[in-house]
């Protein structure tokens, strides 16, 4: 884009922090971070998930109070942990997740948040919908003031959080994640509307975790690795994408890329799972599936690729068992099971690594031991005797956490204690113990360091080479290319388009965005 | 383990403290804190009878509240314990009069088995509607304890009132002495037995079954359960069932036991108060049998304490709802609050 | 027929008080078990403050006082010291029971019930015959509960404070995420719930009768959380709802000195628990939930026990 002139780098910075540093418990998720953000212009934040992206969003919009460092906007040193005092200061937030109550109208939810003048305590509707009328109008379309914000499209609640972010005459915006639920369409106007808003002055901070939607927008870059800011900013102009990637990942993990094997050579045998027509309806907050057909054999594992949801969650929903299958079926272990109850389905040797670990892999405040043999508890009992010995089942539980090398003190602290990477191995103990037939694993390595991804990934090559099939939901193309045999994508609900390896990425890419069709 | 005993040591701080304000309440009403002390020793332990009579009062208590206990383990507040008592006790108390003339152990043993029923259809009800439709099972659980006790009112007062009975208070007809399992100080060696091998069977239902483990992680998180092929829905409906059930149990025990006959609203604190109990004994078996004789204790200081000083009964009343509205207290959220990411924590 | 009318507004008023008080606590999000407590705290200060002063304008000040206060010692345990809503409001509930009930013992000697000489005026005068005196006889306290009514909606429908209420209620994420203090806020609704049972109460003793009874609130509280939910939280629905099992107790006090032969009176005080139990069966709690649990707004939650 433009050029960085001597004046505006030698201007006060918008945004400068120092050294700040924030820690939850024996989590660092920010060390030592200084930044300057320069007026007027676009700053990308990128990272993987884990960075510290957010929390860093969140210090500077005054949600996260630092334990460490400063901020200071237009060269004034702000109170940290304070909205209010982030907002006077001229700076506004849209958050990864909306912020905007469900229940209100687009008129309610823009007053809420306004810190504009001339409002007194009580208004009326018509003098709420005339006040909100103009900002509404300015972000385009139809939309009517009096809609509940739950009825909206994702776009349009999207630009939603932007108007309320603008209205307190913000300054400086930032931005966290926010293409994450947008379709290619919805992203390019949204990054057109920043370009505008840019052109009028305002200082952007946008928060990205894809290489081509940086160098879509931003015009200057910074990244983040492990809550430690190791690349810039730095101009756009100035880095090359291997850079900037090899930055996001860390040094060792190109290397390793370079492992991946190709698809394992013997050929598949029984088929394990199996979905012929399957669709089902969408829940509150994902997309139904669409005959989704597909098929999962011994020794191999299949990638599931997709833009976040697509209906990836109601697809291993409907897998799991939790999701009613409206029309299709589905066999398991050449059974049908399209009625089966989850319990049924897990018995037959379905294991899941579902995409919310620390909400639907563990229970947080339940010992180690009692996670680790939750699937002891359904299905007959072995023998005739109702009384079990929770001895065994805490040595057994330690036995397995051991050999998955679950790093904890003891089997009865509570789950919440472990790190990321450690629950991952949890549920991968319990998961992948004896008895699995077909695993059908979700964002496995979301969130995990460099290493805990190495040897999640490592696990599953593992349990392929080992006789096991494997249905793995990733929104990591990398992973996906490196692990799958063969690759289906996910759009909109259904699977439109199926890749062998070797892949090719822009076919790929293509085929998420839904420009295949 | 360390956790374990903090919340032993931060409930027992609790317990004493909310005992502590409701002296100071009686100290600035004029009452001498010596005599009520001395009146609480006495009235719990030494007077005569008066041990006797403390195991009587947590007799209800425990039972009710090992069903409370239940319900917490899988996550439900099955708060209407009075109800289910009162439904028992009524089901016992038709049985006993519809059939006065059968053999004792026989009478009884269908007089308890329709207590339980009554007490588990009268959980169930909520329970099903909170599994079903995610009906909020506070407020429908309360409900229906009001209902028991009007149905309760209902009878005595009507179809089962005693004719001959003389006052004010609605009761109903005594049942005959050969149906009774102990005498009028409502302990005797079945009782006991009986009350122990439940608390038993209980523990070794939550401690040493599957499906109590299963419970467990329902009420810690159903989400997880249920994507470990745990059938929350179910657990939840046994749950309620088996909670109702003791509460149903605890009814017929008072029945058979000191009671004899129903009186419109008796012990109307006993279902709540095992609430208090359950809580107070931190949710396990264990706790919940000294808290039941600990409160046991009290009711039956409470009643002795007007022969030592003019106590009224409402304090006893006043303790239990200052014991509720501190003993969930977190201390780490106290804590909490003065660490890292506190303002995070606040709301 | 005007017989029922004035009935149902006499029993409706301390209902729709406290239905209003429920409103602005589960708005904020709070499930608040404590209205009875409170209610009963109210009845009872009225009558001992107003018959130890005279005057009943003091009682009912001292009563606002005193629920307030209790309203913030409640929100105290629960925000603050992190104790669980519930069993903290039913804890809240049996203080008031209780304390009123010892302290009418404490203060007054008596047990059961007390007299007094205090009562709210009754703005209506001068009929003394025919049905219209029935009138006459509503306290100050009925005719403003409409009033009260209307200005609650307009705190909570068309006020700033009423979607900061809101919105910690529903998402608290997104009063947060503009430098609302949740807690704050959560505070303020309780101690205006706490002002509104006082008043419930005060019109209970002193307006409809002239006494305080041991646990004359009888269950009203936990009626009037119901009128709430019956209500969809909604000001005007609560009222409508609390006025409809005014009417059924109404019904109820006539049905017991017409139709006591035929129906018994314990069936006829068990409707509202039965309508009770459809009312959150129907109203959706269940739409709450299902709301909180949408994409994007879910907090990861576990409860302690």
Wanted: include cysteine; charged fraction near 15%; proline fraction near 4%.
């Amino acid at each position: 884009m433009t050029a960085p002139s001597e004046s505006a780098s030698a201007a006060t910075p918008a945004v400068r922090c120092r050294s700040l540093g924030v820690s939850f418990g024996a989590v660092q998720a920010l060390r030592d971070v200084s930044l300057d953000l320069s007026p007027g212009r676009i700053h990308a934040l990128v990272g993987q998930n884990g960075a510290g992206k957010t929390t860093l969003a969140k210090v500077l919009g005054g949600l996260q109070a630092p334990q460490t460092g400063e901020v200071r906007i237009a060269g004034r040193k702000i109170p940290l942990g304070d909205v209010r005092a982030a907002q006077t200061a001229g700076l506004a937030m849209v958050h990864q997740h909306f912020s905007l109550p469900p229940s209100f109208t687009v008129a309610e939810a823009l007053e809420l948040t306004a810190a504009r003048k001339g409002g007194r305590s009580l208004y009326r509707r018509s003098e709420l919908h005339q006040r909100w009328q103009d900002d509404v109008a300015e972000m385009g379309g139809p939309t009517v003031l009096a809609t509940r914000i739950r009825d909206l499209p994702v776009e349009t609640r999207q630009s939603l959080e932007i108007v309320r972010a603008l209205a307190g005459d913000a300054r400086i915006l930032l931005l966290d994640e926010p293409t994450a639920l947008l379709t290619p369409a919805a992203i390019d106007q949204l990054f057109e509307r920043l370009m505008s808003l840019r052109d009028d002055g305002v200082t952007i901070l946008i928060v990205l975790h894809k290489l081509r939607e940086v160098a879509a927008v931003a015009e200057s870059v910074s990244v983040l690795r492990d809550g430690e800011l190791v690349l810039g900013p730095s101009e756009m102009s100035e880095v090359s994408e291997a850079q900037l990637s090899d930055a996001i990942v860390g040094p060792a993990s190109s290397a390793d890329r370079a492992i991946g094997k190709g698809p394992s050579a013997e050929a598949a045998q029984d088929t394990l799972l199996e979905l012929v027509g399957v669709s089902c309806r969408e829940s509150a907050f994902e997309l139904g599936l669409n005959e989704i057909n597909l098929r999962v054999e011994s020794r191999e594992i299949v990638g599931i690729a997709g833009v976040e949801g697509n209906g990836q969650r109601s697809l291993v929903s409907a897998i799991a068992g939790l999701a009613p299958i409206a029309d299709g079926s589905m066999r398991l272990g050449g059974v049908d099971a399209t009625r089966a109850g989850p319990a049924r389905r897990r018995l037959r040797g379905l294991r899941l690594v579902p995409f919310d670990r620390n909400s639907e892999g563990i229970s947080r405040s339940a010992p180690l031991w009692l996670n680790q043999s939750a699937l002891r508890l359904i299905g007959r009992h072995r023998r005739r005797f109702p009384l079990i010995s929770l001895r065994q089942y805490k040595r057994q539980a330690a036995e397995a956490m051991d050999l998955w090398r679950v790093r904890y003190d003891a089997v009865g602290q509570p789950a919440e204690s472990l790190s990321g990477g450690n629950v991952q191995r949890l549920i991968l103990s319990r998961e992948l113990a004896p008895g699995l037939e077909v695993l059908v694993a979700a964002q496995p390595t979301r969130g995990l360091d460099f290493s805990a991804t190495n040897f999640v990934r490592r696990s599953l090559r593992e349990l392929r080479d080992g006789g096991a099939g494997v249905l793995l939901v990733s929104s990591d193309l990398d992973e996906l290319f490196e692990l799958s045999d063969r690759l289906l994508v996910m759009y909109g609900g259904r699977i439109v388009a199926r890749f062998q390896a070797p892949y090719d990425r822009q076919a790929v890419g293509d085929a998420m965005t839904g420009a295949l069709r | 383990m360390t956790g374990g005993l903090q919340r032993v040591a931060s409930t027992a701080v609790l317990v004493v403290f909310s005992l502590l304000l409701t002296v100071l309440i009686l100290w600035v009403s004029g009452y001498r804190v010596g005599d009520v002390f001395s009146g609480i020793i006495q009235g719990a332990v030494t007077a005569t009878g008066a041990s006797t009579s403390t195991i009587r009062w947590a007799i209800p208590l425990l039972l009710i509240g090992l069903g409370v206990v239940i319900g917490f383990r899988a996550g439900f507040f099955n708060i209407g314990g009075q109800g289910q008592f009162y439904m028992g006790a009524c089901c016992a108390l038709a049985v006993s009069l519809g059939w006065r003339e059968g053999p004792a152990p026989l009478v009884i043993l269908c007089g308890t088995l329709a207590a339980i029923g009554a007490g588990t259809a009268w959980s169930l009800l909520p329970g099903y509607l909170r599994v079903r439709f995610g009906t909020d099972e506070v407020l429908t659980t309360l409900m229906m304890s009001f209902i028991g006790a009007l149905v309760l009112q209902y009878l005595t007062a009507g179809p089962m009132r005693n004719p001959s009975g003389t006052g004010q208070t609605a009761a109903s007809e005594r049942i005959p002495d050969s149906f009774r399992i102990t005498d009028g100080s409502g302990v005797s060696t079945t009782v006991l037995l009986l009350v122990g091998g439940v608390a038993v069977l209980v523990w070794l239902l939550l401690e040493r079954t599957r499906f109590g483990l299963a419970m467990t992680l329902v009420g810690r998180n159903p989400t997880m359960a249920r994507w470990q092929g745990i059938n929350a829905g179910r657990v939840g409906l046994a749950t309620f069932a088996l909670s109702g059930a003791l509460a149903g149990l605890a009814g017929a025990v008072e029945l058979y036991g000191p009671g004899a006959r129903l009186v419109t609203g008796f012990s109307p604190e006993v279902g709540f108060t095992a609430v208090v109990v359950a809580l107070v004994g931190l949710l396990t078996v264990g706790g919940t049998v000294v808290a039941a004789v600990l409160f046991g204790g009290l009711q039956s200081a409470i009643l002795f304490l007007p022969i030592v000083t003019d106590l009224p009964p409402p304090a006893l009343v006043l303790l239990h709802g200052m014991v509720a509205f501190l003993v969930t207290i977190k201390f780490q959220a106290v804590w909490r609050r003065t660490g890292p990411g506190a303002k995070a924590m606040a709301s | 027929m005007e017989q029922i009318l004035a009935t149902t507004l006499r029993s409706a008023a301390p209902l729709v008080l406290v239905a209003t008080a429920g409103v602005f606590a589960f708005r904020a999000g709070i499930f608040h078990l404590g209205l009875e407590g409170l209610m009963i705290a109210g009845a009872f200060t009225t009558v001992a403050v107003g018959d130890a002063t005279g005057s009943v304008e003091l009682g009912i000040l001292a009563a606002v006082g005193v629920c307030m206060i209790l309203s913030a010692l409640y929100w105290w345990v629960i925000g603050p010291l992190g104790a669980n809503v519930i069993i903290a409001g039913l804890g809240l509930t049996s203080i008031g029971l209780g304390g009123t009930a010892f302290a009418l013992g404490a203060i007054f000697d008596k047990r059961g019930s007390i007299f007094t000489d205090v009562v709210l005026p009754r703005p209506v005068r001068g009929i003394t015959s025919g049905p219209g005196v029935i009138i006459s006889e509503l306290s100050i306290l009925v005719w403003i509960t409409p009033l009260i009514v209307l200005a609650a909606w307009f705190a909570l429908r068309r006020s700033r404070f009423g979607l900061r209420l809101a919105a910690v209620g529903e998402y608290p994420f997104s009063a947060r995420s503009v430098g609302v203090n949740p807690s704050i806020v959560r505070l303020q609704a309780l101690l205006i719930a706490g002002a509104l049972c006082a008043l419930g109460g005060a019109e209970l003793s002193v307006g409809a009768l002239r006494n305080f009874t041991e646990n004359m609130t009888n269950g009203r509280g936990f009626i009037a959380f119901v009128a709430v939910i019956f209500g969809a939280w909604h000001p005007i629905g609560a009222a409508f709802a609390g006025l409809f099992f005014g009417f059924a107790d109404a019904i109820g006090i006539q049905s017991q000195i017409n139709i006591t032969e035929r129906v018994p009176r314990e069936f006829v005080l068990m409707i509202p628990f039965v309508i009770t139990i459809f009312a959150v069966w129907l109203g959706g709690l269940w739409r709450r939930r299902s709301l909180e649990a949408e994409a994007g707004y879910a907090e990861l939650r576990e409860p302690d026990y």
